[in-house]
């Protein structure tokens, strides 16, 4: 089935976008769901986060909007399946340290470098089918997706499931602290200005608290199978 709907391509590409807060399991529902409907994955977290780490490292102002914008105009972020390359080096781990992820708002707080990120995230939808995650994907930068959903899960749930992420690649953090940190970001990503975390006005919202990623990825394939 998955098969016969990647044929069932007609005029352009389409989109289905995943937003929705940390912690939720979007990235790994959306990587699922695009393997097996047969279609290119992007998240778009990696980008702001390749951002954020580019600029730590150059020791760039995170507050200097101009700065991020100069830096970001000369990155070259590649997404190969399941990896993130900043500047042909592999950075899929270093993205996920704590130090970027707290970077990581300066980014996506700064127009400037959000207008180049859309402006890459609908280039690589305009060239294959295309399961995005992020934040902004269903209001923002594809409003005009073939499907929208806004997947989320109970805060302590999120907390958990982030909780034994971390542990189990070798960090030494507590629940308390996961929970407080998740708070921090889902307010600060709901508050932006510009762009802010919210379902859109036609996505479908899917509490993922109950279900496991298998159901949650059977559940997302049928509704976008549904509507070929
Ligand atoms: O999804 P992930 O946790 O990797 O995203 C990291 C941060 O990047 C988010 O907390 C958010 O501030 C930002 N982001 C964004 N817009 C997106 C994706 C991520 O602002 N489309």
Redesign the pocket.
Known sequence: MAAEFAEGRRAGFRVVTIDGP?GAGKSTVARLLADRLGWRFLD???M??AVALAALRAGVDLADALALDRLTADLRVELPPGRVLLGGEDVSRAIRDAAVTQA??FA?DCVEVRSRLVAWQRAFAGTADTVTE????GTIVFPDAHRKFFVTAADEHRARRRLAELQSSGAVVDFETVLADQTR?DA??AARAI?PMKPADDAEVVDTTRLSVDEVVDLLFQKVAARP
């Open positions: 940390a778009t977290g990696a702001y986060r990581t708002r996506a992020g934040r902004d994907q970001r600060q990503d762009a």
